[in-house]
T-cell receptor, first 114, second 109 residues
């Protein structure tokens, strides 16, 4: 049973560029959440997708957008990259049953913006 | 929003020692999870424990929801226990997890 997978593992971009990160949820899960973890801090919630729609959003600008596909996999897009977007981006999957259940995290994508 | 505080921020132990990590939260929660983040950044689920007590090998956790805190116990620590331990909570009106600032544990042989 594959866990949560993310790609790529590492990425280097320059300011102003755009980036797309990908996530495949754990088998049997239908909900994907994205988090940003800056160095030395705890992860911060970006948004959550369920049934191909954004269910909830954290305090992140519109430069951060996402998508969920019919197979429940998800993408995180960041436009007009800033130096401050350098972070570990984590994807978490869960099974929505009308209430929160355990979230399982992928290995993350390390993004460096130069 | 809910505030999550963890203590201590840093912990240095010798192999074989026991430790207790604490997580305080400011409001009622319906989700509380403990994670271990290894040096490569992977967040590993330890416990899903919005209330009660659970044990898994050398680790155990207790959440007292009415008093808004949770404790993670590590017994007979090993060098592989090193890393950052996070507590994360979710409330009734949100699906997101709110993470604490973490406890950085270093276990030396």
């Amino acid at each position: 049973d594959a866990g949560v997978t993310q790609s790529p593992t590492h990425l280097i971009k320059t300011r102003g560029q755009q980036v797309t990160l990908r996530c495949s949820p754990k088998s049997g899960h239908d909900t994907v959440s994205w988090y940003q973890q800056a160095l030395g801090q705890g992860p911060q919630f970006i948004f959550q997708y369920y049934e191909e729609e954004e269910r909830q959003r954290g305090n992140f600008p519109d430069r951060f957008s996402g998508h969920q596909f019919p197979n429940y996999s998800s993408e995180l897009n960041v436009n007009a990259l800033l130096l401050g977007d350098s972070a570990l981006y984590l994807c978490a999957s869960s099974s929505y049953r009308g209430f929160q259940e355990t979230q399982y995290f992928g290995p993350g994508t390390r993004l460096l913006v130069l | 929003g809910i505030q999550v505080e963890q203590s201590p921020p840093d912990l240095i132990l010798q192999e074989g020692a026991n430790s207790t990590l604490r997580c305080n939260f400011s409001d009622s929660v319906n989700n509380l999870q403990w994670f271990h983040q290894n040096p490569w950044g992977q967040l590993i689920n330890l416990f899903y424990i919005p209330s009660g007590t659970k044990q898994n090998g050398r680790l155990s956790a207790t959440t007292v929801a009415t008093e808004r805190y949770s404790l993670l116990y590590i017994s007979s620590s090993q060098t592989t226990d090193s890393g950052v331990y996070f507590c994360a909570v979710g409330s009734y009106n949100t699906d997101k997890l709110i993470f604490g600032t973490g406890t950085r544990l270093q276990v030396f042989p």
